[in-house]
């Protein structure tokens, strides 16, 4: 054979075309039979092409398709339509994902023969998939991670508990305050007071814009709450806004220490710290009075 339309009336031309192609390929006819294989596709199921011409396809290749409605060659040749997809094809122990496509075989005359599948190995480029988006949740969570540390840092830079006097803790509140942080404010402020057992503390609102009825309510329950474990609360820097929306409110501040800056919030206290002192020492002198 010189040239080569001679070599196309050769079997053994077609046959090296077909082991030419990587990826595997089959024809069968209508009822299954495996015509023609390539050497890939018999080597990805461990067989030579000998091992699998004239054998059942559903009997060299199994997937969760064969033999079954989902078929790829009975879709092609029923329907006469090109059929593709992802499927996975269990060799010994170990599972093969490939991706497939099956197309229809028709004679000269049109007529629907058999089916041609092509497949190939994609189980490498499945698992690179996987890395790549198990590295990218990897990366989002982290990115999660560190946007609720800096969301909690923030949160602790804009609720600082301060101690400006021995006995004298003082909250400034500066920004919108929520709900949300008007509850964390009042976490840090009464661990804070079991911390240092302060008598005293002053809860500064100079630099809030504005407060609605429910974070009023809530720092309401932040002074009694403050009560309870032994410390007096004295709200500053009220202004004339949050003040008319207080009382549009109705909320009962009648138990709420209230002095119009902090400066005079700060006196008031040491005033009363050292009022108790005073006291105290007057208490423990007569006692020692008594003793003599």
Known sequence: ?????EMQQDEGFLSEIINAITSGIFVTDLERNILMINAAGAEMVGRTPGDCFDRKCYEIFNTPMCQTESCTCRIATTND?????????????????VEFTSRPLKNYKGKIVGCVENFIDITERIEQEQLIQSQQEQLIKKREEDIRHLQDEIMELSTPVIEVWEGILTLPLIGTLDSHRARIATERLLEAIERTRAPFVIIDITG???VDAEVANHILQTVNAARLMGSEAILTGVCPH????IAQGRVDMGQL???GRMTDGLHLAISKLLEHQATAELVNAHAHNKKI
């Not at 339509?81 to 060799?91: A, E, F, P, Q, Y």
């Not at 949050?242 to 929306?245: D, F, L, P, V």
């Open 208 to 210: 809030v814009p504005t």
């Open 257 to 259: 220490t209230v002095r």
């Open 81 to 97: 339509v090109v059929n593709d997809g992802m499927t996975v094809l269990r060799h010994e122990d170990k599972e093969i994902s």
């Open 242 to 245: 949050i003040a008319r929306i």
């Open 1 to 5: 054979m010189e040239n080569i339309s």
